[in-house]
């Protein structure tokens, strides 16, 4: 199927150090056959990937917590999200990206991980699509303290729990990420497969 738009042209608004902001000019075609022009301002991201290990023998997993500067801005009480391990792609493979960022933020050293779905975030405004990932660990694999990197400014909290307790949370609406949300219930539906106990 043909995308149903036409004489499309990208305005470049603004260039931040992540992305860039384009005014997008269009004739999208009707279902009554007319075409009518419309704008649209688009912020053009790198594509991200994000994961959660899982220990297949006691139930737990392992999550993180950072300071995220726009839901504190937006009114969270301090800014600090409960969520999945993730990372920008800037052109790397996503698998390649979320097994790096998994030793950089969680100290685990996995050799593999299993990508379990693609999404835009929010494809009304935003180009950014996150690769989801899950793996199994074990404590043999904790090779480092993680923490993120500190040249990127990160301050990253490992955080070890049951796969339960997060979805206790989830159902009181204390985990507020969307890929957190998505890969809890991705375990939550797979959990028969995927853990022993």
């Not at 007319?34 to 959660?52: G, H, N």
């Not at 006691?58 to 969270?76: M, W």
């Not at 303290?145 to 949370?169: F, N, S, T, Y």
Request: proline letters at 3%; hydrophobic letters at 40%; one cysteine or more.
């Amino acid at each position: 199927m043909n995308a149903p738009i036409r004489n499309l042209s990208l305005k470049e608004l603004f260039k931040a150090a992540r992305g860039v902001l384009k005014r997008c000019t269009f004739e999208l075609k009707h279902r009554n056959g007319s075409w009518k022009e419309q704008s649209r301002d688009v912020y053009v991201l790198s594509d991200a990937a994000a994961i959660i290990l899982y220990n297949p023998d006691n139930g737990n997993i392992i999550l993180t917590r950072q300071f995220r500067v726009a839901t504190y801005v937006d009114g969270h009480a301090d800014g600090m999200l409960l969520e999945a391990c993730a990372g920008r792609l800037d052109g790397e493979d996503p698998k390649v990206c979320i097994i790096r960022e998994t030793e950089e933020e969680t100290g685990y050293v996995i050799a593999d991980a299993l990508q379990i779905a693609a999404a835009y975030i929010g494809p009304g405004a935003i180009t950014e699509k996150i690769f989801y990932f899950v793996a199994p660990y074990s404590p043999e694999l904790k090779k480092a303290g993680g923490g993120g990197l500190e040249e990127e400014g990160e301050q990253i909290e490992v955080v070890e729990m049951q796969l339960d307790e997060a979805l206790d949370l989830l159902d009181k609406q204390k985990i507020q990420d969307s890929k957190t949300i998505v890969l809890l219930q991705y375990l939550q539906l797979n959990r028969a497969k995927l853990f022993h106990s």
